[in-house]
């Protein structure tokens, strides 16, 4: 099975597509390096090490490192990812390439106008700006643009669904009866559990911030914005995470020497993300005054059954890696360690995500418990946090899952192994240092979202170390992730204008140890799963959503907020539902 | 025992031209032909090329899984009373609801 030819390369067999895929990971790596270029800029601003904006600037480049890098970077990459797995596992091209590049315009034409509208935001006279921060909810408004923006590069990703979606229904007619591939069961499930999701931050960005940004209604409801961005605010994590999963459990044990350890659990476990991720969002909102306690502990509870994909992904991309050292002679408890090809860039960056994804899964058990949440909320430790997940298991495995897909669609050999390899453990101990620092500096008490955590008669206080030493390693932290950045944007640079090579990469993926064929056939049954999704999210979200309305003055505010109660929000739902009962009755009778 | 990975794109083409899509060389090939011509550039993705054995799923037993799990739950676990015994509670009243 090892050496098995995949049919030619992926560039000559699919040019169309990776032409696309191209264009995708181009925009992505355009927005990583100038949002990592922002992050280094406030990792030294705010540790007081080098101060080169005015720090009411600080506000601009953050919104445009969180959204060109949390949005843009992530959503574009795993677009090209997708459009690849899509392609390569029903093993045939897009239905219409030009629908894939009106997705491609319509998501890079959303993403250039978001962008022009927080860059205004330093050029004091332009009256255009959008320091709202990723989190764009009210009562902080943005100009117009930047929701515009916003809402065209949504509906480029629904586009862009819809191109897989018929690529599978294309595939289905000529294939009745068998299982979806893997890879195209993880896209599809990712994308369902992403419409699910984006309809919250459709209705709030077209309904109430549009409007409100564009003078035609005076005031919005504030908790019903925020509440709505995090409806969508979580399961966009898992729309960062799942791409890279789909790269764990189908590219990693390929790069370890192994193979898949059972296909069914992926399935498994992407089908517990479609369900889990959207009935969550509230666990953000632990400190809002505005949500009744109950709600917040559903939230959690939800969130706390979420931890089990996480875990059932640890033990079998972890078994699968095994599987490929003990194929590479590996032996012992431990020492199969060592018989792993680390000095591959792809396997090395993706097994250093990993493991720094397992620390993220610490941290974040915390945020997500409802009481111990108080003790971070807020604090540097949240951003500590998410550099772990978004920022390393996420974007170290799509660096290095870069230097084993681009030269599929490019044609060309990586420009550097070595270079490579450099690159992925700079950002792995570059994280190190400035994770590990946010989070002690978090539990000292020191705030996010601040351009200046100094503060006058008043001293931090950590129990081991001190503050200064804390604020070097984030600054000498967010200087090596930009080197690494660099390094990277260097190395794919040159790889893409390498000679073409007849054999740019080992591309082949091997069969799992244990295929789906033995399990049960309803895994598959999409529309079920949509449904059930569906209904989960009704039941987490309906009484919170109508206590909001109610207590925050309606749809569009203008009232003063009361504190929320569970009773409120049933209230609510018993009146309309009542009203809307008679009403049918009115027009029966 | 650890391949050097920087000489198996060398090793793979050699392979892959000479048993045209049979079984990979194996170990003592491949560590030859890496110390002997060290290669101008290698490509990603070629461990499959160090494989010395293939194990099926019934000669697999993820042991060394098991062992990295429970060291991780072990940290987890002590991490977490740590947070909320020590950093938590030991920090006075906090006012829930």
């Not at chain 1, 506000?59 to 690849?84: D, E, K, Q, R, S």
């Not at chain 1, 000529?174 to 299982?179: N, S």
């Not at chain 1, 350890?261 to 993300?273: E, G």
Request: charged fraction near 10%; proline fraction near 5%; charge should be negative.
């Amino acid at each position: 099975m090892a050496t098995a030819s995949g049919g030619g390369e992926f560039v000559d067999k699919f040019p169309d597509e990776a032409a696309v895929i191209k264009a995708s990971f181009l925009i992505a790596f355009v927005s990583l390096g100038i949002g990592a270029f922002f992050g280094l800029v406030q990792a030294l601003h705010r540790t007081n090490v080098l101060r080169v904006i005015d720090s009411a600037d600080y506000y601009t480049m953050l919104t445009g490192h969180g959204v060109l890098l949390a949005i843009v970077f992530t959503i574009f990459f795993l677009c090209g990812v997708f459009h690849w797995a899509v392609a390569r596992s029903l093993d045939r091209p897009a239905e219409s390439a030009l629908f894939s590049w009106a997705w491609v315009g319509l998501m890079t034409t959303g993403a250039v106008l978001a962008t022009i509208a927080i860059l205004g935001g330093f050029v004091p006279n332009l009256g255009m700006s959008a320091d709202v921060l990723f989190t764009f909810y009210a009562p902080l408004q943005a100009h117009p643009v930047f929701y515009i923006g916003l809402a065209m590069f949504i509906v480029g990703t629904w586009l862009s669904g819809a191109d897989w979606f018929l690529s599978y229904r294309a595939w289905r007619q000529d294939h009745p009866d068998e299982r979806i591939p893997l890879q195209t069961f993880m896209v599809l499930t990712t994308m369902i559990m992403w419409y699910i999701s984006t309809l919250g931050v459709a209705v709030s960005v077209v309904f109430f911030l549009i409007p409100w940004s564009l003078g035609l209604i005076e005031s919005v409801n504030p908790l019903l914005t925020r509440t709505l961005f995090w409806y969508f605010g979580h399961p966009i994590v898992y729309f960062w995470l799942m791409p890279a999963y789909l790269l764990w459990y189908t590219v990693l044990p390929k790069l370890a020497g192994g193979r898949l350890f059972s296909d069914p659990l992926a399935r498994v476990v992407f089908l517990l993300f479609l369900l889990l991720s959207t009935p969550v969002g509230i666990h953000h909102q632990y400190l809002d005054p505005g949500i009744a306690e109950g709600f917040k502990f559903i939230a959690m509870t939800n969130t706390m059954f979420l931890l089990l994909p996480s875990l059932l992904t640890a033990f079998t991309v972890v078994a699968s890696v095994e599987h490929g050292a003990r194929q590479r002679g590996g032996k012992g408890y431990l020492r199969w360690l060592g018989a792993l090809p680390w000095r591959d860039p792809a396997f090395t960056g993706m097994a250093l995500a990993g493991a720094m994804f397992a620390a993220g899964g610490f941290s974040g058990m915390i945020n997500a418990g409802m009481n111990i949440n108080y003790l971070i909320h807020n604090t540097l430790w949240v951003p500590g946090h998410f550099h772990l997940t978004v920022g390393t298991a996420v974007a170290l495995t799509m660096m290095a899952g870069s230097y084993w897909l681009v030269p599929q669609v490019t044609g060309t050999k990586l420009y550097s192994r070595p270079i490579g390899l450099l690159q992925v453990i700079m950002w792995f101990v570059g994280m190190v240092f400035m994770s590990n620092a946010m989070h002690r500096a978090g539990l000292a008490g020191i705030p996010r979202r601040t351009a200046e955590p100094q503060y006058q008669n008043f001293e931090f206080l950590t129990p081991i170390g001190s503050i200064f030493e804390l604020r070097v390693q984030i600054a000498l932290g967010g200087t090596l992730l930009f080197l690494s950045v660099v390094l990277f944007l260097f190395n794919i640079l040159l790889t893409s204008l390498g000679e073409e090579s007849d054999r740019p990469v080992d591309s082949h993926l091997p069969e799992p140890l244990s295929g789906p064929e033995g399990s049960p056939r309803i895994l598959d049954n999409l529309a079920m799963w949509t449904g059930i999704a569906a209904v989960l999210v009704v039941l987490a979200y309906t009484l919170p959503l109508a206590g909001i309305i109610q207590n925050g003055g309606g749809l569009f505010g203008g009232g003063l907020p009361v504190p929320a109660t569970v009773s409120a929000g049933f209230d609510l739902v018993l009146t309309t539902v009542t009203s809307a009962f008679n009403t049918l009755w009115g027009v029966v009778a | 025992m650890a391949v050097d990975s920087t000489a198996e794109g060398a090793a793979s083409s050699a392979a892959r031209t000479s048993t045209d899509g049979g079984v990979p060389a194996n170990a003592d090939s491949q560590g030859d032909s890496g110390q002997a011509d060290p290669p101008v550039d290698s490509i990603v993705g070629t461990a499959d090329d160090g494989i010395v054995r293939e194990l099926g799923h019934d000669d697999f037993d993820p042991v060394g899984t098991l062992v990295l799990v429970l060291i991780y739950m072990a940290i987890l676990i002590g991490m977490w009373v740590f947070m909320y015994f020590v950093e938590f509670l030991g920090r006075g009243l906090t006012v829930v609801g």
